[in-house]
């Protein structure tokens, strides 16, 4: 077999472009002692000696990601820098889309978080360089708010900081727990990667066709090795802007008639009495989910108009003074700042008690066969037009100094270091609201999956909306979620012989959490009063609504919104005493006042062997893991008729053992097999001892932690056949079961306030009032359940066809995953329901067809993902919530000018695939809403 060692590459416009690729005579040879194991940093990287050989380009990139796959034991799926380069990818996630079993979710046109193998961002753990860090980003309310849980957001970083991704789906010992689906290790670009002094420039222009705004992109990259090879430094530099439109309609979920004191008695649908209309109103009627009729609990329209500057650094040091000795030094920083402006239109009163949906007159409606009321006339409805805005900011920084050094020819001791931080902040979060009370002849129409909604009355004018004092809102509510970890992790290693490597290491993590919030002290409702003519000119006219939505004929196009700067002048809110706002001392922020701190404490031990010497053509390894958890939450919760502080604490541990096996029963084509025990601990938003209450327009809720939630366990089998024919060429076919043993979920009820044993005094200066129904939600503890799937992967370069054909090659896979998992819909477990696992999407599949030559190259990209559950149960009667399939086109082309200079143009969700979600097994809408097409056009230079 022989080896390669990296001579040249090239940092791309996306990212750090690290080639290698292998020569045919090593498709052919017998694997030799897998070269890629776990360093201390334990990250997936190419241990490389050997002929001199430049390759570069997208399919060499594949050569040398497939050649990491073939050699590691366990179960690792590799995207290389050019992978990540030449992908026309926005960030991480949309490059981990790639990968076999990789599944993501979208905010504001872009990827967010991922699931892998069917399972969530929470089930997924985030190591870079080696150590864990997590990201945290906030998103839209109806993309899930700001990231209170475990799962990392990838949208904080460009890909340009990282020359390699990888996804471990199978455990090892020497891999800290803490994943069921899979690990992700994102590794930067590091000086001795580059065989010579190299710098790069990039610069690209990123139009998207909603918004129709140009905005720039630019990075860089330098690195330098001293002439002994004994030091090196590089520093890379991205920094982008997008501006995008997010646009549609969102609908706040679907009620049942009953809801909310029901519809007026005057109400008349045909066929239905006013009883079968308000089903569900009077005590004892419980069977809303087949009798009750529904109805959308706030239709409505929303328009987002988003700013994003993004700014990345990454910095690396390596000294190897002798051939024994390695010392590695890496920072990484990354900014995500952005401003989000938002105009809304709502038939609010749909979602009001007392003077909202108990004095609405339905007129006359048509109800579906899933007991829908999918279009009818109203009168007597309050609207509600609304501004928001909002300054978001997330600061990520990591600092890791990585040893490894080699005792003599047998063994090598290592470690890592380090400490990461992610702070997120939303210091301005202000909305203000105008209302326009019992308005008649309101329409709305859900027979198409775009909504008819006719207000019936002008929106476009001032002079149908007040601002009233009790009724409208300025709602002040600025917050903060801060997440650190320091790592500190060694090991030993002894190679006995040729056959058999012993391993052993200890780990320790210290992770904090803390978030906070700072709402209005007199209320969001308790406003200044304004006349017709005080308010006219405090407000503008929103317009430009619904292109590329094909808007039903009657649904505004335009609306007059609050203008947020002339309010605030107005109203003075800045110094005004009313519009003061406070932390714990308010009521409704007080829940966010959250802290967690948990410390890992791990101990393991593996062994690994290749009995090819000993004639036997298996290698593989086998281990376990000791690991001990303390953790200590705080919160504010209710005792009696105060609201106090309170802290919990607990500890538990767990043995976690695992094996993997690999027989290669031709030179070509191997077997795995794998199997091992892992845990995922419960979301830290999740753990605290206190609860938030929270008033909101109509949405009331009440959510509370459960400190003593246990972690989510599994015991996992994998096995797999991999036929490498050829180098580049890759043919797989895996099968996994995961027996989850218990896991966490959200159980959701609906309850009067005045049941929830708080005081009355928490609702002052709101809306609601003590006999209000609210939402509560706790996470508890359920019975798990079996999941089960498959995955197929091709990767093919068709270079034994003639001529041009030669030059075109694919990359497929497709998997599949079902599960069957048991929801509580009662605390005391006396009712639950199957359903599969939350963020769970049954098939997933991606292609990517491409065409390279020396100079030109041209592929296409499409990445498909079937719908998934967000919340089981569901609120209000429905089954569950959830979010629809989704397909992405993308495509790239790219032209080298000279060996230095490249142009290429990316065409990124060429189709602007809508964001599609629903609630309940009958698909009622909740949110539809599309961002646009981007296209980046760029040029990069390489000296």
Avoid: C
């Avoid at 308010?586 to 959250?594: H, I, K, Q, Y």
């Amino acid at each position: 077999m022989s080896r390669i060692r990296i001579l040249k590459t090239v940092f791309a416009v996306s990212s750090a472009a690290a080639a290698l690729a292998t020569s045919s005579a090593w498709a052919q040879a017998q694997p030799e002692t897998p070269v890629l194991q776990s360093e201390p940093e334990d990250t997936v990287e190419q241990d490389t000696v050997g002929q001199d050989i430049v390759v570069q380009g997208f399919r060499a990139s594949l050569t040398s990601a497939i050649n990491i796959k073939r050699n590691q034991t366990a179960t690792v799926d590799v995207i290389k820098a050019e992978d990540i380069a030449e992908f026309p990818d926005l960030n991480l996630a949309e490059s981990l889309q790639r990968i076999p079993g990789v599944a993501i979710s979208r905010v504001n046109g872009e990827g967010r978080n991922i699931s892998v193998r069917g399972l969530g961002p929470e089930y997924s753990r985030v190591r870079i360089n080696g150590m864990e860090a997590i990201g945290t980003t906030g998103g839209t309310d109806n993309s899930g708010g700001v990231n209170r849980g475990r799962g990392f957001d990838f949208n904080i970083f460009s890909s340009d900081l990282f020359n390699s991704l990888a996804v471990r789906k199978t455990a090892t010992a020497d891999v800290e727990e803490g994943s069921l689906g899979g690990t992700v290790d994102l590794q930067s670009a590091k000086p001795f990667d580059y065989k010579k002094n190299t710098a790069v420039i990039a610069a690209a222009a990123s139009y998207n066709d909603l918004a129709r705004k140009t905005k720039p992109r630019v990075s860089g990259l330098v690195t330098a090795t001293t002439d002994d090879g004994k030091f090196g430094v590089l520093l890379s530099v991205a920094y982008e802007e997008r501006r995008l439109t997010e646009e549609g309609a969102n609908i706040t979920r679907w009620t049942y008639g009953g809801f909310n004191g029901g519809f007026n008695p005057a109400s008349t649908i045909q066929g239905k009495t006013i009883g079968q209309i308000n089903y569900g109103l009077l005590p004892g009627e419980t069977d809303v989910a087949t009798k009750g009729l529904f109805h959308p609990r706030i239709p409505g329209l929303v328009s987002y108009d988003i700013e994003q500057k993004r700014l990345g650094a990454a910095l690396s040091l390596q000294f190897q003074p002798t051939d024994k000795t390695l010392l590695s030094i890496d920072g990484l920083y990354s900014r995500l700042d952005g401003t989000r402006t938002e105009a809304q239109f709502q038939a609010i009163g749909f979602s009001r008690s007392g003077s909202g949906k108990p004095q609405t007159i339905i007129r006359s409606g048509t109800v579906d066969a899933d007991n829908n009321i999918v279009s009818g006339t109203f009168d007597a409805v309050d609207l509600r037009t609304q501004s928001r805005y909002d300054e978001l900011k997330t600061d990520f920084y990591q600092l890791t100094a990585t040893l490894d050094q080699k005792i003599g020819e047998n063994f090598k001791v290592g470690g890592v270091v380090g400490y990461s931080r992610s702070e997120f902040r939303n210091p301005v979060q202000t909305t203000v609201t105008m209302d326009a009370a019992n308005t008649n002849g309101f329409f709305y129409d859900f027979s198409t999956r775009f909504p008819t909604i006719r207000p019936g009355v002008d929106v476009t004018n001032p002079a149908t909306f007040a601002f009233t004092n009790g009724t409208s809102e300025v709602r002040i509510r600025p917050q903060t979620v801060d997440n650190s970890f320091t790592n500190a992790k060694g090991f030993v290693e002894w190679t006995v012989s040729p056959i058999v490597k012993l391993k052993a290491g200890a780990d320790w993590r210290k992770f904090e959490y803390a978030s906070t919030e700072r709402r209005r002290l007199q209320g969001e409702t308790v406003v200044t009063t304004l006349t017709g003519a005080q308010l006219a000119p405090l407000t503008m006219l929103y317009s430009g609504f619904g292109r590329g939505l094909d808007v039903p004929e009657g649904t505004p196009t335009a609306w007059v919104v609050p203008n947020l700067a002339a309010f605030q002048n107005a109203l003075n809110t800045a110094g005004n005493p009313l519009y003061a706002t406070g932390g714990v001392q308010n009521a409704t922020a007080r829940g966010s006042f959250v802290t967690v701190q948990e410390k890992d404490l791990g101990f393991w031990g593996m062994s690994e062997f290749n009995l090819a010497e000993a004639g036997l053509p298996v290698r593989g390894d086998v281990g376990v893991r000791y690991v001990k958890t303390d953790q200590f939450s705080t919160g504010y919760a209710g005792q009696g008729a105060t609201v106090d502080l309170v802290g919990a604490d607990r500890s538990y541990d767990r043995w976690l053992p695992s094996a993997n096996l690999v027989l290669d029963v031709t030179p070509n084509l191997l077997v795995r097999v794998a199997a091992a025990k892992t845990i995922a601990r419960a979301g830290i938003g999740s753990l605290t001892p206190g609860g938030n209450l929270n008033v909101s327009g109509g949405n009331r809720t009440f959510s509370s932690g459960n400190p003593d939630l246990l972690p989510t366990e599994s015991t996992n089998l994998d096995a797999s056949i991999e036929w490498y024919p050829a180098p580049g060429a890759l043919y797989a076919v895996s099968v996994f079961q995961k027996d989850i043993g218990t896991f966490v979920q959200t159980l959701s009820t609906t309850v009067p306030y005045s049941s929830l044993g708080l005081p009355d005094s928490l609702l002052a200066g709101t809306t609601a009032s003590p006999s209000d129904a609210f939402i509560v939600s706790q996470p508890v503890n359920s019975n798990g359940g079996l999941l089960r799937g498959f995955e197929v992967n091709v990767q093919q370069p068709f270079t034994f066809l003639p001529g041009f054909l030669s030059n075109f090659g694919i990359l497929a896979n497709y998997t599949y995953v079902s599960s069957d998992i048991e929801y509580l819909l009662a605390a005391n477990g006396s009712a639950t329901v199957e359903a599969p696992l939350l963020g769970l999407s049954k098939n997933a599949a991606n292609a990517t067809l491409y065409f390279e030559t020396k100079k030109f190259s041209i592929r296409g990209s499409v990445a498909y993902r079937s719908k998934y559950l967000t919340a089981v149960p569901g609120t209000e009667g429905n089954a569950y919530n959830g979010t629809n399939a989704t397909t992405n086109f993308d495509a790239q082309i790219s032209y080298n000018v000279t060996d230095s200079l490249k142009l290429s143009l990316e065409m990124i969700n060429l189709t602007d695939e809508k964001n599609d979600q629903f609630v309940d097994e009958t698909n009622r809408l909740n949110v539809l809403t599309h961002s646009g097409r981007q296209f980046v056009l760029g040029a990069r230079m390489a000296f």
